[in-house]
Antibody
Framework: QVQLVESGGGVVQPGGSLRLSCVAP????????VHWVRQAPGKGLEWVAF????????YYADSVKGRFTISRDNSQNTLYLQMNTLRLEDTAVYYC????????????WGQGTLVTVSS | QSALTQPASVSGSPGQSITISCTGS?????????VSWYQQHPGKAPKLIIYDVSNRPSGVSNRFSGSKSGNTASLTISGLQAEDEADYYCSSYVTGSTNVFGTGTKVTVL
């Protein structure tokens, strides 16, 4: 298993922006695909976005398309989720997860970072 | 991208077997052999327990098994133990390069 560590969560007002980060100490992010998955308080898991080893493979859930951007900085070995135009319903714990194979399952997860959208 | 349908709760006594269903459509569960299952204890991150419908990752107990028929996948936990009490989620690859999770099932060990 790969250890993943998220950061960047916090409280933001509706309409605001936030950038989440995820690092994998000892592993090279460019070597595998990665996902962001979120979980609203007391609710189920929701897939958010995927970035493949090939950076042209970039996909989003309809609920965040056009507002969120997944990216990675190979020089910093870091995965990002840029979240713009945040809504109350974006409040959730955000997990980064390593892709197991061709976007078909999630084989390692971080501990999550909490994003709260509130006025 | 509608969530896959799971029962809200399933319960069983220690030693018993229980089965959790996960119903989707021909665009997800029925169209691909890419169903996976995750166990989540309160306050913890999810953990992969089944991938590609019926494969177990190294280190996962063989008490967990998966199967699929048509648009419905199933997770069976045999020899139920107290430590199995958790939330369980199925997931599937979706045609068009997205992913979807199930609604989640709370397993209670009586």
């Amino acid at each position: 298993q790969v250890q993943l560590v998220e950061s960047g969560g916090g409280v933001v007002q509706p309409g605001g922006s936030l950038r989440l980060s995820c690092v994998a100490p000892g592993f090279t992010f460019s070597a595998f695909g990665v996902h962001w998955v979120r979980q609203a308080p007391g609710k189920g898991l929701e897939w958010v976005a995927f970035l493949g080893r090939n950076p042209t493979n970039e996909y989003y859930a309809d609920s965040v398309k056009g507002r969120f951007t997944i990216s990675r900085d190979n020089s910093q070995n870091t995965l990002y989720l840029q979240m713009n135009t945040l809504r109350l319903e974006d409040t959730a714990v955000y997990y980064c997860a390593k892709d197991g194979k061709y976007q078909t399952f999630f084989d390692s997860w971080g501990q999550g970072t909490l994003v709260t959208v509130s006025s | 991208q509608s969530a896959l349908t799971q029962p809200a709760s399933v319960s069983g006594s220690p030693g018993q077997s229980i089965t959790i269903s996960c119903t989707g459509s021909s665009s997800d569960v029925g169209g691909h052999n890419y169903v996976s299952w995750y166990q989540q204890h309160p306050g913890k991150a999810p953990k992969l327990i089944i991938y590609d419908v019926s494969n177990r990752p190294s280190g996962v107990s063989n008490r967990f098994s998966g199967s699929k028929s048509g648009n419905t996948a199933s997770l069976t936990i045999s020899g139920l133990q107290a430590e199995d009490e958790a939330d369980y989620y199925c997931s599937s690859y979706v045609t068009g390069s997205t992913n979807v999770f199930g609604t989640g099932t709370k397993v209670t060990v009586l």
